[in-house]
Structure formats: C-alpha cells, structure tokens
C-alpha cells in the first residue's frame, strides 16, 4: 500500500460500477515504455551477474552440458527437429508419438507429473509441432538428469503400450 503512489501510470481505478484509466499520480516513476523491456527482469538479472559473476562461465559450462547430455540420451526416443549440439536448452517433438499413438506433447507434459518432475515448456517454439521445449538448469545433479530421462523414456514406451494411460495423466 505504501508503495502504489509510486506505480506506474496509467492506473487503473475503481470508478463507482466502473474502472477507468488514471494519469493523476503526482509520485508516479511514469509511463513504463516497451522499448525499455522488461524493467524486472533486467534487475533481477544483474543482481545475479553481481552474485554469481566469477562463477558465471562455470555455472554456463554445467548448464550446456546438462542440455546436451539429455539430448543425447533422449534423441532415439522422441523426434529431434533440430539435430545440433545445444546451448542451455533444446526442443523435442511428440510428434511421432501423436501419428503413431494418438498421444500429444501436452500429454506426455503431464504424464512427466506423475514421475515428479516440472513439465517441460510445450508447443513453443512454434515452429515445431508437438514441441518439447527442455531446460535443464546448471544445478541439476547427474542423477537428477538420469531420473528425468528414465521417466521420458517410460513415458515414451507408455505411449506405444498404453496410450491411455498418459491421457488420464496427471
């Protein structure tokens, strides 16, 4: 409460029944503009960089090689519609297990809750049906990765078994 003079403008306020626009906020920091980006994140950002600076290559290096390692395990078992090494990331499609199986991304997304572990980004990016968007993070521990790659490969043999079973999920 004590901050919200400080929001910026415009304002949206409570008029009787209705809602309307207000530019009235002497104290306001002002208009936030798109081309500045994402003001929040950018300080979020660079109180991590001023945290982590000299760990941040190393913290870098363990996160791409994470990514890879799942890519290299998991490449057989789900279509791969960019076949390159990768950086923090990579995308996988269930595109195969959808034609052959009836079982889509989203499926196999949640079905992964069933084996406690946070879904994967899906259908994004865009240009990759039945995307499986997969960001290992630099802390994750050799047997972490392995438990999320024996749970995709389950999943994927699930798929072919018993397609069901992932539409029931989570």
Known sequence: ????????????????ERYRVDYDRPKSIGKVRGFLGPFGVFVRSYAFIRAYGPQLREMSEAAVLNANYLLARLRDAYDLPFDRLCMHEFVLSARRQKREHGVTALDVAKRLMDYNFHQPTVYFPLVVPEALMIEPTETEAKETLDAFVDAMLAIAREAAESPELLKEAP
């Open 1 to 16: 409460k004590r901050l919200e003079p400080f929001l910026p403008v415009p304002a949206i306020v409570r008029d009787g």
